[in-house]
């Protein structure tokens, strides 16, 4: 027989004296026939005769020996009064383990209680579960695998959905959810395989470890359970494209920073320290120790009120602070970045963490005291989740709730002094430790724990920053100040090389920042072929600030601005005047150079809720880009609207997506002319994007309707393989190279040169080295691309004239297969 069942676990039991925890405890114990009646006044009679209150809110109950013939077989049953029952003294047990031994057995389960109770937070998190489960799984120590709830959540509203995120449920969507959910006044939860978190906690969505290709339920209870389904479907739904876009950057831009890592090797005798790739490069420097502070606290208490106090200010600063990072952040590397910030905030709102710190406090413990047991607890929880990508997320709470911490102690976080090229080694780094390196010379990161996936490495890449992660333990043993070579492409650190190797990872360092350099250094002079042939180097932008910045990284204009971004993430259309000062702040961004502005491109893979848009079976199918508009025209009328006006304040062009025939493009231009007229507005260019296969088919019959062509290679791929952009197993085959798609955009190209007008890419191909040769090569004028890959592109067009990219372009059509292209 099991040492103890489940139904000898009581949770939140409705008791309120110590006598009647002992007696619930025995009856389980004689239900579950581990015991014969009479046991259980034996219980209460070693009460009378000894203390059985263990420490740390822990009873331990048991018989006298002299009754021990009343043990059937030995068990053990759990009371767990989250709120505590007087025990002896004025100590209060919240969790009441009754132990019925036939021998000497109880000794085992005392040694795991006593080891449990000297583990931070373990216990807290026993009284305050609601699943049996986890507190069989502490006390005979095996691993917990939650049981599958067997009633289910009677809800009001429900709606099963796949979630296809590539990297599952994470805390930036997670962030995104629980701000939906938190818009409804309504219960709303989310289940996956019967266990069901609160949509509006983050540490309860992430505890789901919802994966992807997860199956879930949303369900809500109350007054609006049907609108508040639909609003989180919604925001699930339309996350996915951002979700699916930033891993397909994400995977782009690691396999180009790896591509363009110099390579080295050492010659002579070295010692490796090995880890994981976590950010490719290269560099050299001392080693230097990053310590990790614990911070020391001392349980004072200046009384509940002002303990309460202190704590509630300490998280408001933190959340402020948090805040100023994600602003901060946002500049500085991007919106992706920045969004780990907004997740710490979210998980520092956690109500569950303050009430837990919160009934401590009450119960006499100081705040930085309760608030660090609180924070162990949960941080330990997180780590043991299944799921190794959210259980690394488990530092991110920890570097927020330490903030916490060190903010209630009143020491200031501080970064270490360093005066020379230095390779950081440590356990781990918090974001926030990373964001605070003193970039002039930190040179790498070696980190013994950790994965690829973890926020410190996903800073690493953004800041360019060589690292290695999982090194082992023995990395901590290496001594500071000796020399080492970082090679962050192959995870691994070099010790011990000789002088010899060291100037030659220098070398090898140098003459790659120094190819960089060029690079950017050239980053505003034309992209001009030796032959004397210019290519229009363009970027992509959603609006004033990435202009600016575009402008800055070499740019010479804009061929896509996708205005989509300013109607996502809201609850209702932007007006006339919003999007006439977002245009008119972009064209004085751009001081006089070009300006596409592309209208709205919403339905297919972007969803907006305030549009009610009706639900496609096939979305990239339906009702998108101008079809929606044409269908819409009062979302159609407010944007042109909003463009003629700003055409009035410097360049600007318009340009239709998702055109498919003729008649659309003849009705837009005869809706612009009208709108032109009304507003007395400059005449502007105006062009299509050639996305759509039947476009490029037969473009020279749309070249004289238009004044432009953009082809859009990322929807045209789709379209022509037959491949969802977004399909995580087919990411590598839709390859824009195939040579189909080269066969259409060669005959866009030769249309629009036939015809006399302008013919551009902006799709993604444009910003690739190789695809910008080819779509020269095939006669296209205008590559427009972010803004990260315009340096190299210049580059390499100015490294070859333009019958060379001919050739290349011919050869690249006649190929039987992408990857024979790539080969090229
Ligand atoms: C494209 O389809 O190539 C394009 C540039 O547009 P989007 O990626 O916004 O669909
Ligand atoms: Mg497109």
């Known amino acids: ?44 009679k070693r009460e009378a005769v000894s203390n059985t209150f263990l420490g740390n809110g822990v009873a331990i109950p048991h018989g006298m020996i002299e009754d021990r013939h009343h043990v059937l077989s030995t068990g053990i049953a759990v009371v767990q009064v989250p709120a505590g029952v007087r025990w002896k003294d004025d100590n209060s047990a919240r969790l009441i383990v009754a132990i019925a031994a036939q021998s000497d057995e109880h000794i085992a389960i005392l040694r795991r209680l006593t080891r449990l109770m ?13 699943e049996p489960g986890r507190i069989i799984a502490a006390l005979t120590d095996t691993p917990f695998v939650p049981a599958a709830k067997t009633t289910p959540w009677p809800a009001d509203a429900k709606l099963e959905l796949t979630l296809d995120y590539p990297n599952g449920l994470h805390a930036r969507p997670a962030t995104q959810w629980v701000e939906t959910a938190k818009r409804h006044a309504c219960e709303i939860r989310v289940l996956r395989d019967e266990e069901s978190a ?31 389904v639909k609003d989180l479907a919604e925001t699930v739904t339309r996350l996915s494209a951002e979700e699916h876009a930033d891993a397909e950057r994400a995977r782009a831009a690691a396999a180009q920073a790896r591509a363009n890592a110099p390579t080295w090797k050492p010659v002579g005798a070295s010692r490796q320290q090995q880890g994981v790739a976590a950010s490719p490069g290269l560099a050299v420097g001392k080693l230097v120790r990053h310590e990790a502070h614990a911070l020391e606290v001392e349980d004072k208490s200046q009384g509940a009120i002002a303990e309460g106090e202190a704590l509630e200010a300490a998280l408001s600063k933190v959340s402020s602070e948090l805040s100023a990072l ?11 970045e920045a969004a780990i910030f907004a997740a710490q905030r979210e998980l520092l709102a956690d109500p569950g963490l303050m009430r837990s710190a919160i009934a401590d406090i009450m119960r ?7 608030w660090k047991k609180v924070l162990s607890a949960r941080v330990d929880q ?63 990161l070696a980190i013994s724990s950790g994965g690829p996936t973890s926020h410190t490495a996903i800073l690493a890449r953004t800041l360019g920053l060589p690292a290695l992660v999982a090194a082992g333990p023995s990395l901590l043993a290496l001594s500071a100040g000796q020399e080492a070579v970082i090679d962050g492409t192959a995870g691994c650190l070099y010790l011990k090389c000789s002088p010899a190797d060291l100037e030659s990872a220098r070398l090898a360092v140098r003459a790659y920042v120094a190819r960089r350099e060029a690079m950017r250094a050239n980053r505003d002079q034309p992209a001009m072929t030796p032959d004397g042939h210019r290519v229009g180097v363009f970027a992509n932008v959603a609006n004033a600030k990435q202009a600016a910045d575009a402008v800055e990284a070499g740019a010479e204009g804009v061929g896509l601005m996708r205005t989509e971004f300013l109607f ?53 199918l339906g009702v998108r880009g101008a079809r929606l508009l044409l269908a819409r025209p009062e979302l159609l009328h407010t944007q042109l609207r909003a463009l003629y006006r700003a055409a009035a304040h410097g360049p600007l062009q318009i340009m239709f997506p998702m055109i498919t025939d003729l008649a659309e493009v003849e009705t837009l231009r005869a809706e612009c002319e009208l709108i032109r007229k009304q507003l007395g507005a400059p005449v502007v260019p105006l062009g299509i994007m050639v996305e759509v296969p039947a476009v490029a088919v037969i473009a020279d019959r749309f070249a004289k309707l238009v004044d432009f062509f953009s082809i859009g290679t990322n929807d045209l791929t789709q379209y022509v393989l037959a491949m969802d952009r977004q399909h995580p197993q087919l990411a590598a085959q839709a390859d824009p190279l195939h040579p189909s798609v080269l066969a259409l955009i060669g005959m866009t190209a030769r249309a629009a040169n036939a015809a006399g007008i302008h013919v551009g890419v902006c799709g993604g191909l444009a910003g690739d080295p190789l695809g910008a040769r080819i779509l020269a090569g095939l006669g296209v004028h205008e590559l427009s691309m972010s803004a990260q890959d315009i340096a190299a592109v210049k580059t390499v067009i100015r490294a070859e004239p333009l019958s060379a990219m001919q050739v290349l372009a011919e050869r690249a059509l006649a190929a039987s297969s992408a990857s024979e292209v790539r080969a090229l």
């Not at 939140?12 to 009646?37: D, F, H």
């Not at 006499?364 to 309760?370: M, P």
């Open 118 to 130: 000297q583990k931070e937070g373990a216990i807290e998190a026993l009284a305050s579960t609601d």
């Open 198 to 228: 609160d949509a509006k906690t983050l540490t309860g969505l992430l505890g789901l470890g919802i994966s992807s290709g997860s199956q879930i339920v949303i369900a809500a209870r109350g007054a609006g359970a049907e609108l508040a």
């Open 1 to 44: 027989m099991e040492i103890i069942v489940p139904s000898c676990v009581a949770i939140n039991a409705p008791v309120s004296s110590k006598e009647a925890a002992i007696r619930m405890a025995g009856e389980l114990l004689v239900q579950a026939g581990y015991i014969a009646a009479p046991y259980v006044d034996s219980f209460l």
């Open 382 to 444: 997180q780590r043991q989740l299944p799921d190794a990508l959210l259980a690394a997320r488990a530092l991110d709470l920890q570097d927020a709730g330490e903030r916490v911490l060190a903010s209630l102690l009143g020491i200031e976080r501080r970064a270490i002094v360093l005066r020379e090229p230095s390779i950081l080694i440590a356990e781990d780094l918090t974001p926030s430790d990373t964001l605070q390196l003193d970039m002039r010379y930190v040179v790498g």
């Open 568 to 620: 996502l993430e809201r609850d209702s259309a932007p007006s006339e005047d919003e999007q006439y000062t977002v245009y008119r702040d972009t064209i004085a961004a751009l001081a006089g150079r070009p300006l596409i502005i592309r209208t709205l491109d919403i339905g297919g893979d972007k969803q907006v809720s305030y549009l009610d848009l009706p639900k496609e079976e096939n979305p990239f």
């Open 364 to 370: 006499g413990h100081g705040a930085a005291w309760a």
């Open 326 to 336: 994600e602003a901060e952040t946002r500049e500085r590397l991007g919106a992706g």
